[in-house]
Structure formats: C-alpha cells, structure tokens
C-alpha cells in the first residue's frame, strides 16, 4: 500500500483554508436530465459528489490494547463538484491523486492498491473501500457517491474562459484562477501550501457556480467522552463574461454544544492583461493537471499480486452472507493479524450501517447527525463475525484476514 497524503486527516487549524477549494461545481439536479444507463461508461468528463469516511484502525487498535477501552476515530469529508476524467477503463480522481478502474459492469478495483474494491450501479451512484497507510499508521477509507456525466451542454461556453484574479476582501489573500472548456482551476498567489489538493470544478453554462464541502470529526473513547463537530462551507457566485468574478462564502460550525455561522465573505475578481503574470504562475487547465496526475500515478510502484491469496485477490460471495477483508503489513506477526482483523471487521461495519441507512423508510424526527450516530451505533451492536481466512506472508512481513458473518434483512 502507498501513501497519498490527500486521503487522510486535515489538521483542524487547516479547514478555512480547505473551504476555499469549494469553488465548484453546481448540484446535481441541473445535469441529471438522463435516465440511460451509465454502464458500461463512456470516455469523458463527470461531476463527482461523494462521502468520504476515514476510519483510523489502527489508532484505535493501540488505544484497546493500551488502555481497555474503544475508541472511535472518524472524519468524513463530503464533496460537492470534484471534477473527474474517465477515459481507458479508468476514472482518475484530481483530489486523491487515485486511478479507480471500473470494467463494463461496473467493478471498481485499483492496479495501485489492491485493497480498493467496491461497485458503480447503472443509475451513476457507487460505493467503494479500502485501506491505506500514512507514516505508519493503518487507515481503513469508506467512499460512497454518485457520477454524473458532463457532456459540453452542462458546461460553460468560451465566452467564459480566460485568466482571472481573485481577492480575499476580507484577508487580501490573492489567488489566479484559470476557466477553459467549462472548468475552473486555480492557485494562491503566495505560493503557500494550501494544506489540500485545489480541484477543478465546473462553470454552469450560465456561468453561475455552487458548491458546498462539509468536515465532519467523530471521536469516541468508551463511555467517557464523545464529539461530533462538523465545518460546513457554502459558496456560491458567478462569472460575467469579459468582465470578471464575483463570490460568496458561508461558514457555518456545529457540534459540541455551539452553532455558530458568519457573515458571507465575498471575494471579486477580474481578468488579468496578457503577460502581467508568467506561465508558471497561471494554474494549469484540467487537461493538463489529468495528464501529469495520471502520469505521476503510472510511475508509482504496483503490488506484487503473487503476494496475495486468492481468496483476498477475490472476496467471496455467498447469498446470505456479508464478507470484510483487511491487511497489515508489521514485524510482529500476532499484532500484524489483530489489526488486519481489525480492518476486515471495520470493512464489515459499514456495510452493515449501508444496508441499514438503505432501510430506513420514516422520517428521522430528530437531526441528521443523531440520526448518523444511531445507525452507526447499531451498526456496531449488530456486528457479529468469524474469522474464515488468516494469513501471515513472513516474506512481505504482510498478514492478510477474511472475515464474514451471516446477514439477514
């Protein structure tokens, strides 16, 4: 498994900054005005809306073992508008850095990271898991969200395109943003790292643009103390045609005892004269940021598949059973199993608390969040697996663990 600092958690004192990256695409009700099917997928571009849950296994591994009790560990980022590009039975993600394939009936799976597995339906919604590893530590990664195709008629014309500069009127941060072919790129002036991959979003054919991303922090340590906050961030704006920009940004917080939200920040932009800045610091098109992103992840190693067993290569399906397959690569033999098991059972959770969120039919009375907590919780409390397959590869140092449990509706 590789690193990719894009997937895992952003330090808090991070999230404003994060927030401005949602200059994105619109919802998805202006594009979805097709109902053929989206298998098997056809090369170009698609509006991606997801959830994205990062579960720290092991984290919560060593804090049992240290201290008796569970802990729980979990952030949830949910985009609106990331822009992907599906060409060569692949669709690569701009803000991950990762290339999922998906064949014609929908598989997903990743040549880089064998652990990804997951299934695109026909209606463009999917779902997909895996783990990763960051300076160590055993993450497990659970994406659930829906593709939208963006043929030219979902995007802004070329009377939108060209190079423009936008101002924080609030802190004077500056930034270029580029628009060509009916996407939106852009970069901070300052050159300082923004602590977060910028993502192409999308231009409305109108020229308008909405969008939202919301951080969502679970922790847990037994019975002792519990906290959920979440930072909510809505933009929204339009671009006039040889004219410039104009925007503006909500912020709102909730969770631990607070609801707090600001006055919209608004920023304005106008088009830069040709050569006032060089090349280097206009922000590459999408096309170009595809191209490098999807160059740089072909030069990365691959797995050895001949390392694997079959049965993790490929997870059983048996009617009336669930299956959660985990990994961990460690000196200590014994520990290196407790937590791959600890991936496969977390692997098991959620698609549980998925079966269980699909069979809700009555409306919550209480708020989204109690609601999220509740089929998490029962989720956990239904959880009651075997272990089916274990094993340790001494050469890889790598222990592999199938867990499955019976389901019933």
Same mark, same amino acid.
Request: proline share 4%; net charge negative.
């Given at each position: 498994?590789?690193?990719?600092?894009?997937f895992f958690?952003?330090?808090?004192?991070?999230?404003a900054?994060?927030?401005?990256s949602c200059?994105s695409?619109?919802?998805?009700?202006?594009?979805?005005g097709t109902?053929?099917s989206l298998?098997?997928?056809?090369?170009?571009?698609y509006?991606?809306d997801?959830?994205r849950?990062?579960?720290?296994?092991?984290?919560?591994?060593?804090?049992?073992l240290?201290?008796?009790?569970?802990m729980?560990?979990e952030?949830?980022?949910k985009?609106t508008?990331v822009?992907c590009?599906?060409e060569?039975?692949?669709?690569?993600?701009?803000?991950t850095n990762i290339?999922?394939s998906?064949?014609k009936?929908?598989?997903?799976?990743?040549?880089?990271?064998?652990?990804?597995?997951?299934?695109?339906e026909?209606?463009g919604s999917?779902?997909?898991?895996?783990?990763?590893?960051?300076?160590g530590?055993?993450?497990?990664i659970?994406?659930?969200?829906?593709?939208t195709?963006?043929?030219?008629s979902?995007?802004g014309?070329?009377?939108?395109?060209?190079?423009?500069?936008?101002?924080?009127?609030?802190?004077?941060?500056?930034?270029?943003?580029?628009?060509a072919?009916?996407f939106?790129?852009?970069r901070?002036l300052?050159?300082e790292?923004?602590?977060f991959t910028?993502?192409?979003?999308?231009?409305?054919?109108d020229g308008?643009?909405?969008?939202?991303l !919301?951080?969502?922090?679970?922790?847990?340590?037994?019975e002792?103390?519990?906290?959920?906050?979440?930072n909510?961030?809505i933009?929204?704006g339009?671009?006039?045609?040889g004219?410039?920009?104009?925007?503006d940004q909500?912020?709102?917080?909730?969770?631990?005892?607070?609801?707090?939200?600001?006055?919209?920040?608004?920023f304005?932009?106008t088009t830069?004269?040709?050569? !006032?800045?060089s090349?280097?610091?206009i922000p590459?098109?999408?096309?170009?940021?595809?191209?490098?992103?999807?160059?740089?992840?072909?030069?990365?190693?691959?797995?050895n598949?001949?390392k694997?067993p079959?049965w993790y290569?490929n997870?059983p399906?048996?009617p009336?059973f669930?299956y959660?397959?985990? !990994?961990?690569?460690?000196?200590?033999?014994?520990?290196?199993?407790a937590?791959?098991e600890?991936?496969?059972?977390a692997?098991?959770? !959620?698609q549980?608390?998925?079966r269980?969120?699909s069979?809700f039919?009555?409306a919550?009375?209480g708020?989204e969040t109690n609601?999220?907590?509740?089929?998490?919780?029962e989720?956990?409390?239904?959880?009651d697996y075997?272990v089916?397959?274990?094993?340790y590869?001494d050469e890889?140092?790598?222990?592999?663990?199938?867990?499955?449990m019976?389901?019933?509706?």
């Amino acid at each position: 498994m590789k690193n990719n600092k894009h997937f895992f958690i952003i330090p808090l004192f991070a999230i404003a900054l994060v927030c401005l990256s949602c200059a994105s695409a619109g919802g998805t009700g202006e594009l979805s005005g097709t109902t053929a099917s989206l298998l098997p997928m056809s090369a170009g571009w698609y509006q991606c809306d997801s959830e994205r849950t990062l579960k720290g296994i092991e984290d919560e591994y060593n804090f049992a073992l240290n201290y008796g009790m569970k802990m729980v560990q979990e952030i949830t980022y949910k985009y609106t508008g990331v822009i992907c590009r599906f060409e060569d039975g692949v669709l690569f993600d701009p803000v991950t850095n990762i290339e999922l394939s998906i064949d014609k009936a929908g598989k997903i799976s990743c040549v880089e990271n064998i652990s990804i597995r997951g299934n695109l339906e026909k209606d463009g919604s999917f779902f997909w898991s895996g783990l990763r590893e960051e300076n160590g530590k055993l993450n497990s990664i659970f994406v659930k969200g829906n593709l939208t195709p963006l043929p030219s008629s979902a995007r802004g014309g070329p009377e939108f395109d060209g190079v423009y500069r936008l101002s924080d009127t609030g802190t004077g941060r500056e930034m270029l943003a580029r628009i060509a072919g009916g996407f939106y790129t852009w970069r901070y002036l300052d050159e300082e790292d923004a602590g977060f991959t910028p993502w192409p979003t999308l231009i409305q054919p109108d020229g308008s643009f909405l969008s939202g991303l !919301e951080i969502t922090t679970v922790m847990a340590m037994g019975e002792i103390t519990s906290m959920n906050f979440s930072n909510i961030v809505i933009i929204e704006g339009s671009v006039i045609p040889g004219q410039g920009i104009t925007m503006d940004q909500i912020a709102r917080s909730t969770g631990l005892g607070s609801d707090q939200g600001g006055a919209p920040q608004t920023f304005a932009g106008t088009t830069i004269r040709s050569g !006032e800045y060089s090349n280097q610091a206009i922000p590459r098109d999408i096309e170009s940021l595809v191209k490098t992103g999807r160059a740089a992840v072909k030069a990365e190693p691959k797995p050895n598949r001949q390392k694997y067993p079959a049965w993790y290569l490929n997870i059983p399906a048996r009617p009336g059973f669930i299956y959660g397959a985990g !990994e961990k690569t460690f000196d200590d033999k014994e520990v290196a199993l407790a937590m791959a098991e600890a991936a496969a059972a977390a692997a098991l959770a !959620e698609q549980i608390r998925i079966r269980i969120e699909s069979s809700f039919t009555e409306a919550s009375t209480g708020s989204e969040t109690n609601l999220e907590e509740h089929i998490r919780t029962e989720a956990q409390q239904r959880l009651d697996y075997r272990v089916s397959e274990r094993l340790y590869n001494d050469e890889t140092r790598t222990a592999f663990v199938l867990a499955e449990m019976v389901w019933r509706e």
